[in-house]
C-alpha cells in the first residue's frame, strides 16, 4: 500500500502538539506547569488573607477584600492551556524554521507492505521492519507510525481520496505492526 504527500511545517506542529499532549513525561509536566503556580498563588492568596484577617477579625470581610487576588488563580487555570499550547506551536515553529529541512518539508512517498514500511522522499529513503516500530496511532487529522519514542512518521488525512481510504491505511499499518510483534 502506497501514499505520496507533501510534509508541511504545519504537519510538523501537528505532530509535536500530540506528542506533547501523549508523551507521559510532557504530561507530568505540562500538569506541574498548569498546577504548581496556581497552588502557590493560593498559599500565598491564604497567607494574606490570614495575616490581613489577625488584626481585622473579620474573615469574610477581609476575603472580598482580597477576592481579586484569589481571582488569579482561577484565571490563570483557564489561560494556561492556550498559552502553553501557543507558546509550544512558536517553539516548534521557530526550531523548524532554523534550517531548510529539505529532507523533511518535501514530497513523500510512504510504502507499506508486511515486511517494513519505507519512507522516501527527493534526498533520502528510510526503511524501516515492523519489529522496529514501537506504535502506530492516530488522530482526526493524522496518522502518526513510531520509528521510537521521539520520531515517527507523519501522514497527513489530506493525502487520502476519502476517509476510508486513511481508516484502511491506518488499519493495515497496525495489522502488520501486530503480526510483526508476535
Known amino acids: 500500500m502506497t501514499v505520496e504527500f507533501e510534509l508541511t511545517k504545519d504537519d510538523l506542529i501537528a505532530f509535536n502538539l500530540y506528542h506533547n499532549v501523549h508523551s507521559p513525561t510532557m504530561r507530568r509536566q505540562y500538569f506541574r506547569s498548569w498546577f504548581s503556580p496556581a497552588i502557590v498563588w493560593l498559599l500565598v492568596c491564604t497567607g494574606i488573607w490570614y495575616l490581613a484577617d489577625q488584626e481585622r477579625g473579620t474573615p469574610l470581610q477581609t476575603f472580598l477584600d482580597l477576592l481579586p487576588l484569589f481571582s488569579g488563580v482561577p484565571v490563570f487555570l483557564v489561560y494556561f492551556p492556550w498559552a502553553y499550547r501557543r507558546k509550544l506551536t512558536k517553539i516548534v515553529d521557530g526550531m523548524i524554521s532554523e534550517g531548510k529541512n529539505r529532507n523533511i518539508l518535501s514530497h513523500h ?74
Open 109 to 182: 512517498r510512504l510504502d507499506i507492505s508486511p515486511e517494513a514500511i519505507t519512507d522516501s522522499s527527493k534526498f533520502e529513503k528510510t526503511s524501516n521492519a515492523w519489529q522496529a516500530i514501537e506504535r502506530v496511532v492516530k488522530n482526526e487529522d493524522y496518522a502518526f507510525i513510531y520509528i521510537d519514542s521521539l520520531k515517527a512518521f507523519i501522514v497527513p488525512r489530506r493525502a487520502f481520496a476519502d476517509a476510508g481510504a486513511f481508516d484502511e491505511f491506518i488499519h493495515t499499518a497496525m495489522r502488520y505492526r501486530e503480526n510483526a510483534a508476535v
